[in-house]
């Protein structure tokens, strides 16, 4: 019985396709529309055989074959269309850095450094994300996880385009890639070149080349976008949103948020991420005036910028702040004491848009560190490779008095390093330049000293000439009165080399070299996960808060035995008793997260001055033997 149903069912399914192929030969013949040219003729033509081939899979309805014939009539009137392109991705490695190029909008949705390519550095030292330590080495990934996740993603490399329409398509589809494999690896003086390509709907082509040296952190972007075969105008390449490192949980005065910085021809300056931000707003723009020599986002120590192959108008910064939940931890010392916890932090994505001419010109991408030396060796290949003179030696922070800290900073600079590779450690270093530093000022604190001492000395008959003086004024007796004069002559005779002028002058020289010091310490990429005794990281402030307290209590140490202006009346000794512990308690206050290579520069320099104040109380202690004599003869 199972034999014969299977049979039946056999016999109707071939006389179904019997039937099926004698319509569909039968509306062929009698219904088919004539073709129009050779092209539909083609296409009828295999649409038959195809059917003939394959007579289990055709309907035989005159509706589906019309439906075929129509489509094929519209796709032959029609332009052609938009390239279909899969999503993927290629990564490139060099022994700098790691790529990612994504082939929707031919972005960058990873840059990883790797090594710091120093020419001062005989072994290049390997580059790792904060928090990282000799058993947890993070990548160190420039990207913003934030901007990859926004929508539309905010990627670098992306273009802005005067038409959203013709940006949409630019950044949205998939692009070709003149590369099959999904990784490429570049050795040392290797070169590779690949290509984006992509043609879009409404006649937009767009194309990105790209090429990337194994040696250098330069690697240069072409880019082409026409519409209807004529270039598209104010085109932008994207830098950002946030280069930086990402590891970097939470903001704050000595890890500052990424800025946008920029030299175009009528100004150089940098665009703090808020300030791009009208009050009360969470996203805003700002436009630049003048021709752009270069533009980038960096933080305190890594850095994207853009030298476009000629300078163009058009320069654009964009910002906007999200809320950000983070690890909880306490904002400073005041926040220490009470206990109150910080779980929640206002974080912003800045970009900068680099105007460029997307007719196929070069532009050079510098994404690499910020150390001076590195830049300064940079300034010369990219000058070269642009035809015009390029300084981006201005990506660090040198601050607000940068006319004035940079100057100092660049030989404090080359001093610490020649020490450095004596020595092999920052923090060492550091100790030593200090020493080195107060024992230039010595003879001027011995003089000083000297000075305050004999101010010190002469104070109590000061204070009785003062009395006198004032009494004969009480009398009115006149300034020009022979009593009068003779007074005055008196005191000048006793401030004679007791005018200590010169003793706040020590303090005041180390106070342009503190300054000085802190953005030294703070952009110098050698301080950075710099290791010394307990402290892991020169460039941030000591976990366990011991080089704050220590620097505090040398303070007093060092106020408490230095010699100062005489106080005379009880007011005097009481302000000094004041600034003896206020200064240091509110020095400890600012310098509660002070990046620890400027707390050993204070806390060393002020054990120094201790040990050169007590050498000097001893070299200028009084001697005994007048007053022991004297005593003798009254006995």
Not at 341 to 353: G, R
Not at 376 to 400: E, F, P, T
Not at 562 to 583: C, F, H, R
Not at 585 to 607: C, D, E, H, K, R
């Amino acid at each position: 019985m199972q034999d014969e149903n299977k049979q039946s069912n056999q016999t109707r399914f071939i006389l179904a396709a019997a039937l099926s192929m004698l319509v569909l030969l039968v509306w062929s013949y009698f219904f088919a529309p004539k073709p129009d040219n050779a092209a539909n003729t083609n296409s009828n033509a295999n649409i038959t055989n195809v059917a003939n081939a394959n007579p289990q899979n055709s309907n035989g309805t005159q509706e589906a074959k019309n439906s075929e014939t129509d489509k094929s009539s519209k796709e032959a009137s029609e332009p052609a269309p938009a390239d279909e392109v899969e999503n993927r991705a290629i990564v490139i490695k060099s022994p700098l850095y790691e790529v990612t190029l994504d082939s929707k909008g031919a972005a960058a949705t990873s840059w990883i450094l790797l090594k710091n390519d120093s020419p001062y550095e005989t072994e290049r030292k390997d580059l790792y994300a904060d928090g990282s330590d000799k058993t947890h080495k993070k990548p160190l990934q420039l990207v913003s996880p934030e901007g990859l996740k926004r929508n539309p993603s905010l990627a670098p490399l992306k273009l802005k385009v005067g038409d959203a329409g013709i940006e949409k398509i630019a950044n949205e589809r998939n692009y070709k890639i003149s590369e099959e494999a999904t990784e490429l690896v570049l050795k040392p003086g290797e070169t590779k070149e690949l290509v984006f390509s992509m043609n879009g709907p409404g006649n937009v082509q767009a194309e990105k080349k790209f090429l990337f040296r194994g040696d250098s952190y330069v690697a240069d972007v072409s880019v082409t976008v026409k519409k209807e075969g004529k270039v598209v105008p104010d085109t932008r390449l994207v830098i950002g949103p946030s280069i930086s490192d990402q590891a970097i949980e939470v903001p704050s005065f000595y890890k500052p948020e990424p800025d946008a910085i920029y030299h175009t021809s009528t100004d150089e300056s940098r665009q703090y991420a808020a300030s791009a931000i009208p009050s009360g707003q969470k996203e805003g723009r700002m436009r630049i005036n003048g021709d752009v020599q270069w533009a980038g986002v960096a933080d305190t120590y890594f850095a994207m910028a853009a030298v476009p192959s000629k300078p163009m108008p058009g320069l654009e910064i964009t910002s906007s702040v999200y809320e950000q939940t983070v690890t909880p931890y306490f904002d400073g010392i005041i926040a220490n004491i009470t206990r109150s916890e910080t779980k929640q932090v206002n974080k912003h994505l800045v970009s900068i848009f680099v105007p460029i001419a997307a007719d196929g010109s070069t532009n050079r991408i510098y994404t690499g560190t910020k150390d001076y030396f590195v830049l300064h060796k940079y300034n010369d290949s990219l000058s070269s490779l642009a035809g015009r003179s390029v300084d981006i030696g201005n990506l660090v922070n040198y601050g607000w008095l940068r006319f004035f800290t940079k100057p100092i900073s660049v030989p404090i600079l080359y001093a610490l390093k020649f020490l450095y590779s004596i020595v092999s450690n920052y923090g060492i270093a550091i100790i030593i330049f200090t020493f080195f530093f107060y024992s230039l000022l010595f003879p001027l604190r011995w003089y000083s000293s000297k000075s305050f001492k004999k101010a010190q000395k002469n104070a109590p008959k000061m204070q009785e000439l003062r009395d006198k003086m004032k009494k004969l004024q009480d009398k009115g007796v006149p300034v020009d009165d022979p009593r009068m004069r003779d007074l005055q002559m008196e005191q000048l005779r006793m401030t004679k080399d007791a005018l200590p002028i010169g003793g706040c002058l020590p303090t005041l020289l180390q106070f342009p070299l503190i300054i000085t010091l802190y953005y030294t310490v703070s952009i110098s990429l050698g301080f950075r996960q710099e290791h010394f005794l307990w402290l892991k990281d020169l460039s941030t402030g000591d976990p366990y808060k011991i080089l704050p307290i220590a620097f505090a209590a040398s303070m007093i140490l060092s106020m408490k035995f230095t010699p100062t202006t005489p106080a005379v009346t009880p007011e005097q000794q009481m302000q000094q008793k004041m600034m003896t512990y206020m200064m240091p308690a509110m020095m400890l206050f600012f310098m509660w997260s002070a990046p620890s290579g400027l707390l050993i520069y204070w806390f060393t320099g002020n054990v120094i001055m201790f040990g050169q104040q007590m050498l000097i109380n001893w070299i200028n202690r009084e001697p005994e033997t007048a007053e022991v004599a004297v005593a003798g003869g009254a006995k």
